[in-house]
């Protein structure tokens, strides 16, 4: 007899437990505005050879779906796109194939491209009133894509018969990402999301003319956004 009513005592407890954890469950979607702010890098190969590579700020937009399985922990994924120019300046004589082809010291070349980012976070989150203050964490792949039909924007010439001597490539890199931040519930299933997301990451090497800095770039990103609360 008294081991039936423990079970069901637990039974009752497991019971209580899952309905706990269902009311807490949510899944939203998000869309966010936000602006990229990254950091120039710098790397020494000799005295007669140094690489300087800076991206440019720009603005972006982020998707995100977003479950919290737990009252205070869940995972997200998201997907974002921002404008990735990229200018390079080395002080080396310049590469060309043989025949037609002039010579000079390069200033600065800038590639115009697109990053693609899509990373996957586990989030700590906690209610608090109309407010879900949260912190966040993950990682995923960082896509850096030329223009197409834009090879690169010269502020010098350089000429290997009638074909410009600066290629370029498509670059992806792990990326790890952290940051945090807070939703504002203004109804009971739409609010605002403001957050702030920091991304670390390898520098791009998008052009076979320049070489990368190799270096570890980061990226700030203030963000603003609507979510919607399924």
């Excluded at 209610?127 to 993950?138: H, T, W, Y």
């Excluded at 931040?181 to 520098?203: C, E, S, T």
């Amino acid at each position: 007899m008294r081991a039936r009513w423990m079970q069901r005592a637990f039974l009752l407890v497991g019971l209580a437990a899952l309905a706990s954890a269902a009311a807490y469950a949510q899944t939203d979607v998000a869309a966010s505005l936000y602006g990229a702010f990254g950091g120039t890098t710098t790397h020494n190969e000799g005295a007669s050879r140094t690489t300087t590579q800076s991206p440019a700020n720009a603005t972006g937009g982020m998707l995100e779906v977003r479950h919290i399985a737990h009252p205070w922990f869940g995972y997200e994924g998201t997907y974002s796109f921002n404008r990735a120019n990229q200018t390079y300046s080395e002080v080396i004589p310049l590469p060309c194939p043989s025949g037609g082809c002039g010579q000079v010291e390069p200033a600065i070349e800038a590639i115009s491209a697109n990053a693609h980012e899509i990373t996957g976070d586990w989030v700590a989150s906690l209610k608090v009133r109309n407010l879900r203050p949260f912190a966040l964490a993950g990682g995923g792949i960082l896509f850096d894509v030329p223009t197409t039909g834009q090879a690169a924007q010269f502020n010098i010439i350089q000429v290997c018969g009638n074909t410009p001597c600066a290629p370029t490539t498509t670059a992806h890199k792990p990326v790890f990402v952290y940051g945090g931040g807070v939703d504002w519930k203004l109804v009971p299933h739409i609010g605002l999301r403001f957050q702030y997301r920091g991304n670390l990451y390898k520098a791009p090497n998008l052009t076979t003319l320049f070489t990368s800095t190799g270096a570890f770039m980061h990226t700030a990103e203030p963000m603003i956004g609507v979510y919607f609360r399924l």
